[in-house]
C-alpha cells in the first residue's frame, strides 16, 4: 500500500457518453475505414482523465533523468509512427511486475520490472515501438466493449466492496479495463509496427526477439497488482521467430545503414532504481503485517493470505470465506473517525447495527458492525476506522452473513490490533536496488555477483536479468546488471 489514499478509477463520464456516439473513423495505419467507439478527440480526451489516475494507482518511478531519457526515446519513436502529431506520453511506473502497457490517445507506460530486464536502448524501443503499434493501429479503442465500460462504472464506488466473490479480481478492476488484453493478430501487428518503428527510428530491429526471449523462459510471475506482459499481450505462435525474421529483413532492406544498440546508453541509467518489492510500502513478517512509510502494524489471522496493492491490503482466509482490507480513507469522505463510520452506515445498502466510538491501542478510533447489501447476498462487516498519522484508516473484515459469525473474532481481533510501528528496525529496512558493473576482460557474473547472490538474490535471477548464463566468460567493459541487497 502507498502514501496515496484510494483513488476510484471510474473511467470518464465521457467514455459513457461516448456510447451513444459511436462512429466510423478512418485507421491510421490501415487507412481503411473502421468501426469505433471513440473519435480522436474522446480518445485523447479519455488518455488525459485516465493518466493521472494510472499515475496515482501504480506510481512513478521517481528518477527524473531517467524518466526524461525514457520519454526521449519514446518520442522519437512516436515522431516516426503513423501517429506523428499525436501528443505522446510515456511513464516508468513503480512496479516490479514485468510489464507494459498503452491506454488510448498516446499514453505509454512501462514498468520498472520491465526496464529491468533490457540490456539495450534498443530493447527498450523494440517495446516501445509495439505498444506504440497499439495505440496507432487503435487496438484498444477499437476493443472496448459495452460490457468493459459497464464494468468501468461499477464496483469501486462503496468504500465497503460489494464484489465480495471477486476480490483479489476487484483489486485489478480498473486496471483491467486500462490493461486490454490483445488478441493475438493485434499483438502480430504491434510486433511489426514496432519493428518498424524502432527501424525507421535507427535502432537495430533485430532487437526485439532477443528481447521476446524474457517472456520464453518466464512463467507466470507471482500474481501482484498488475497482470504481467504474458497475460494482456498473448503470444501469437510464431511470434519470436516472425519477429526474428522480419528484424533481419528490415536490416538487409538498408544495406550500409548502422543501427543502434546502445547497451551504454542504457544499462548505467538503472543504477539505484528498486528491484523487486519495496518493503517500505508493506509487508508480511511473523504473523503481522507492518508499514515502514506509514508506520502501522497489525496482527493477521492465522494462516490467512495477504495481498499488498497500492490501493489496499487484502487478508483472505485460506478458503476465501471472509476477508480483511485495510485502505487508506479518502480526506474527502469526512474529517473523523465517527463521522466517516456513521456515513457508511447511511450509504446505500448499508447498514450500521452497532457503532461506538472508541480508542484502539491509544488512537481516536470509530468501531461497527454493518450489513451491506451487495451482488452475492448480504454481507456481514466489522469495521474499524483509526485516526493514524493524519489519515483514517479504514479495516473492515467481511463475509457472507451465514457465515460472518464464524470469522467475527478472528477478523476483530486483527482490527483491533492496528497501532504504531516503532521496532526501528524495520522502520529502517530498505528495498534491493540495481547496481550495473562493467565486466572486465574473464569475469563472470557469478564471480561479480559474489557474495550479493546469496540469500533474497539468486544467481539464477541475476542470470534472467542479464540473459547470461552464471559461468560464461564476458566480454571486457560489457555491462553487467547486479543487484545490491538492501536492508531487511
Ligand atoms: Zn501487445
Request: proline share 6%; hydrophobic share 40%.
Amino acid at each position: 500500500m502507498k502514501m496515496l489514499p484510494q483513488v476510484r478509477i471510474i473511467l470518464l463520464a465521457v467514455l459513457m457518453s461516448s456510447l451513444c456516439f459511436t462512429a466510423c473513423v478512418k485507421n491510421p495505419v490501415t487507412g481503411k475505414r473502421q468501426f469505433v467507439m471513440l473519435t480522436e478527440g474522446q480518445e485523447i480526451a479519455m488518455g488525459a482523465e485516465s493518466h493521472p489516475e494510472v499515475l496515482a494507482q501504480f506510481g512513478v518511478v521517481e528518477d527524473a533523468a531517467l524518466q526524461e531519457y525514457f520519454a526521449g526515446v519514446g518520442r522519437e519513436l512516436g515522431r516516426v509512427s503513423h501517429r506523428p502529431n499525436l501528443d505522446w506520453h510515456f511513464t516508468i511506473v513503480d512496479s516490479p511486475v514485468v510489464n507494459a502497457f498503452a491506454v488510448p490517445g498516446g499514453y505509454i507506460y512501462l514498468t520498472r520490472g520491465i526496464l529491468e530486464h533490457m540490456n539495450n536502448e534498443a530493447e527498450m524501443a523494440s517495446v516501445l515501438g509495439h505498444e506504440i503499434g497499439h495505440i496507432t493501429a487503435r487496438h484498444s479503442v477499437t476493443q472496448l466493449s459495452q460490457g468493459q465500460l459497464m464494468n468501468i462504472g461499477l464496483g469501486l464506488g462503496s468504500i465497503f466492496s460489494p464484489h465480495f466473490q471477486q476480490l483479489s479480481g476487484l483489486a485489478q478492476m480498473g486496471l483491467e479495463v486500462l490493461m486490454l488484453k490483445y488478441s493475438r493478430d493485434h499483438e502480430r501487428e504491434a510486433d511489426q509496427l514496432g519493428l518498424e518503428y524502432m527501424a525507421k527510428a535507427g535502432y537495430d530491429p533485430e532487437q526485439m526477439s532477443r528481447f521476446f526471449q524474457v517472456f520464453t523462459d518466464m512463467s507466470e510471475e507471482e500474481p501482484g497488482a498488475i497482470p504481467n506482459w504474458l497475460s494482456t499481450h498473448p503470444s501469437p505462435p510464431d511470434r519470436l521467430r516472425d519477429t526474428q525474421l522480419e528484424g533481419a529483413r528490415l536490416k538487409r532492406s538498408a544495406p550500409g545503414r548502422t543501427f543502434k544498440v546502445g547497451a551504454d546508453a542504457f544499462v548505467p541509467r538503472l543504477a539505484k532504481l528498486v528491484y523487486g518489492d519495496n518493503p517500505r510500502e508493506g509487508f508480511e513478517e511473523n504473523g503481522r503485517f507492518v508499514h515502514p512509510d506509514l508506520r502501522f502494524q497489525f496482527d493477521l489471522p492465522p494462516g490467512w493470505k495477504v495481498e499488498n496493492t497500492r490501493r489496499a491490503v487484502f487478508i483472505s482466509e485460506p478458503k476465501g470465506g471472509a476477508v480483511v482490507q485495510l485502505s487508506m480513507v479518502p480526506p474527502r469522505a469526512g474529517r473523523s473517525p465517527v463521522e466517516i463510520g456513521r456515513m457508511m452506515g447511511s450509504q446505500q445498502g448499508h447498514q450500521l447495527v452497532s457503532g461506538r466510538e472508541e480508542r484502539i491501542n491509544g488512537k481516536a478510533a470509530f468501531s461497527g458492525i454493518y450489513r451491506v447489501q451487495s451482488d452475492g447476498g448480504i454481507l456481514g462487516v466489522t469495521a474499524a476506522f483509526i485516526s493514524h498519522g493524519g489519515n483514517i484508516y479504514q479495516i473492515a473484515g467481511l463475509a457472507p452473513e451465514s457465515v460472518f459469525s464464524r470469522y467475527r473474532r478472528q477478523m476483530d481481533s486483527s482490527l483491533r490490533s492496528f497501532r504504531e510501528l516503532t521496532d526501528s528496525r524495520l522502520l529502517s529496512v530498505q528495498p534491493d536496488r540495481m547496481k550495473p558493473v562493467r565486466a572486465r576482460r574473464g569475469d563472470t557474473l557469478r564471480r561479480l555477483a559474489g557474495s550479493s547472490a546469496q540469500g533474497r538474490i539468486k544467481i539464477e535471477d541475476l542470470a534472467r536479468l542479464n540473459r547470461l548464463n552464471p559461468d560464461q566468460a564476458l566480454e571486457a567493459n560489457s555491462w553487467v546488471k547486479l543487484v545490491e541487497p538492501g536492508r531487511r
